[in-house]
């Protein structure tokens, strides 16, 4: 593993004396994704795909330059424990808001049956004392994207698929959420660029929206 480290630190010294953008930086930075992405977390939940593709964006973003966060630094530890520590919280990020979807649309229901049939269904929630509901999440988010007040999210789509944009795409993703391999075949897209598209202009603005709403506390470092 260490052979490895010095490695991939060795090739993004070399990347950052290219421009950004420049075919030789890309070409380095695949490089850097192929040897490392093997040696990731792994982890077997459904929105683990979506993580990992929030994880490489940073990547890209912040080894060389620092664009959107602190620019790696060797000396705090090597590209894959890096990489490992913001992959784990943006699995915290999706554990957390999951959860708190499922806490405000999971319903219970007991029924009793009499004969072989239903005689009667009975809503548990119905006997406890009126309590101070917690903020309806998902009703607030699926009426901010329906309304889309001004029209951001239908004007951000695809490039050349209008009926490709982040309205569509974003009330299809909440739960029950379609899949990518779903959405792939109804809009004959592949899934990469379906889920890169998702990552990079409807999860930002989805977080924005969360944020000012007070459904997520904001982060105030990533």
Known sequence: MSDLNEQVTCLV?????HSPGSPQRQKLLTQIIRLTQGKLWKENTPYYQDALQQTWLYFCRNVCDGLTGQTYDS???SVITWLNAYLKRRLQDFYLNQYREQATTVTFRVCQFKSGE???TIDPIDNIPATPQ???ILENIETWVKTD???ELRNTHIKGRPDVNCQVLILKRLPPEVSW???SQDFGLPIP???SFYQR???PRLRKFAEMDGLLETRLST
Do not use: V
């Open 118 to 120: 239903i005689d009667e």
């Open 149 to 151: 007040s001004d029209l």
């Open 201 to 203: 202009q409807c999860l």
């Open 181 to 183: 391999k779903e959405l």
């Open 75 to 77: 000396t705090q530890g």
């Open 13 to 17: 010294a070399q990347a950052r004396r």
């Open 193 to 195: 660029t379906l889920s």
């Open 134 to 136: 917690a903020p309806p």
